[in-house]
């Protein structure tokens, strides 16, 4: 049974630092990209960062990019989102999911497997 399960989010003050956790299980963690989206009330999700299989190769978003990064660590099948500097504009729910695609995608229907999401919320 495949499993991806977030944790970490939670409410903090614009400029806070929060890092998001995404345990996996019932797949082999190591072969598949992993990515994290969110989404905020009333709006799409949106592609946040990816990072491929063997953790060399990253990827980000524009909103994100010098404040966010995306790690694993294939050994804990395990991957984390550090998110510094936050803005309420980063207020929505963050889901992570794998994907088959093993170099990397932003593409949310390239993914194969879903978290339910964790709640990050950023106070002004």
């Known amino acids: 049974q495949v499993q991806l399960v977030e944790s970490g989010g939670g409410l903090v003050q614009a400029g806070d630092s929060l890092t998001l956790s995404c345990v996996t299980s019932?797949?082999?963690?190591?072969?598949?990209?992993m990515g994290w989206f969110r989404q905020a009330p009333g709006k799409e999700r949106e592609f946040v960062a990816f990072i491929m299989w063997s953790g060399s190769d990253t990827q980000y978003s524009d909103s994100v990019k010098g404040r966010f990064a995306i790690s694993r660590d294939n050994t804990k099948n395990t991957v984390y989102l550090q998110m510094n500097s936050l803005k309420p504009e980063d207020t929505a729910v963050y889901y992570c999911?794998?994907?088959?695609?093993?170099?990397?995608?932003?593409?949310?229907?390239?993914?194969?497997?879903w978290g339910r999401g964790t709640q990050v919320t950023v106070s002004s």
């Open positions: 999911a794998a994907s088959k695609v093993f170099y990397g995608t932003q593409w949310a229907t390239d993914y194969d497997y």
């Open positions: 019932g797949f082999i963690f190591s072969n598949y990209a």
